[in-house]
């Protein structure tokens, strides 16, 4: 299988549209392209399916495994023509600064994959090939096979830029893209905005890809994609089915739209039947639901109109009364509280199951990978499970109130003070932290089992 991973120099260099303009132009080209985003964001990938037709996975070295990172790349690149790999941060950047731990590099070693090192070039001349020199060295066991120079000022910037790397690297360089304001992806608080992807229309794919094709060398970069096997991975379709017949709402529409693919894979090979629906524009939820996922996304952009879908919050509110198993994540939880306050102050009544309200800061109030250790049983396990999340939110909450109980337990770092955090009201839990399933090798089958056992409490 032909890959390769397109790495930064540092955020803001322009992987993104990199690996958004080469996929289109390979798409143009007639190749199916399978699209993978290294570390834990979830818009990035939003971007890549709708440019590719196929759904983005999610390759982070710390949140999933070495194991469960080749399933997921293999599993989600079958009948695939080419695999791009978007990086995170710089080339070497992840957990820690002692540590490659969820880094592009460590997922370019696992995938044994070509790293294509992009360089913003502003400013820049023969510094470059002191900058790409570094990265070559730093770390011998990774191939830094290419470059390719975002920004660029000209073609003779674009000359001595080349003049440079060949000169002291082994690198190839394969061209760049001159700065283009229409091709610019304006970004909101967690990153590039989800407005935007609805935004991008057959007009910018076809001349982000022009730009691509103008100024890069395509075909030299796929001759320096890998395309070597890689070892055997463990078809998760052979999985007992303990949840054969589990029905599971999931919230899927402009506001609630951050789920990592491998959670639903992981769901549905523990054969669970995932249903959608719009908190957004559904009057009322699906029925002979066993349970319902409520993942994150950016309910405070459509505070407003989620308040308004009365009828809807009203059958969230009653469901979680009955003790319909509800499994909520950071904007799914805000969802679940009496209400949201947004930065000006107004107050926008929610399904009100949490007896607290979340409010909206300027400032972030988490960001980061975090450690969840259950206190007490849950939907996602019993005492002493722990599992792996993120963290990224600039709301909190503003008043605790009522019976509610905090069932985990987060920790920053290994040493660091635990502090409790995933609230449960009956058969409803929901945490500002984002899990990655594939972290705990139970935690979906925990979540559907859970789902099915109280299907047959209440007959």
Known sequence: MKRFVIAGVSSGAGKTTVSLGLMAAFMEDGLSVQPFKTGPDFIDPLFHTKICGRSSRNLDGWLMGREAVLSSFQRASLGADICVVEGVMGLFDGYDARSEAGSTAEIAKWLHAPVILTVDARSMARSAGALVRGFETFDSALNVAGVIFNRMGSERHMKWLTQAVEDHCGARCLGGLLPDADLTLPERH??????????IDEAWIRRLALGVRQGMDLSGLLDLAEAGPLQPYSDPSGTPHVGKGVRIGVAMDEAFCFYYEDNLDLLRDMGAELIFFSPLHDLRLPGNVDGLYLGGGYPEVYAEHLSQNQSLLMEVREAAESGLPIYAECGGMIFLSRGIYDAGGDLYPMAGVFPFETEMLTRRQALGYVTVILEEENLLGSPGDVI???????????????????????????GEEKYPEGFMVKNTFGSYVHLHFGSQKN????LVLRMKQARAKTG
Do not use: P, W
């Open 443 to 446: 935690l979906a089958g925990n």
């Open 388 to 414: 792996r999340g993120h963290e990224f939110h600039y709301s909190r909450i503003r008043e605790m109130g009522g019976a509610v109980r905090c069932t985990t337990s987060v920790q920053k770092r290994a």
């Open 190 to 199: 967690l990153g590039l905005s989800t407005d935007q992807v609805g935004r």
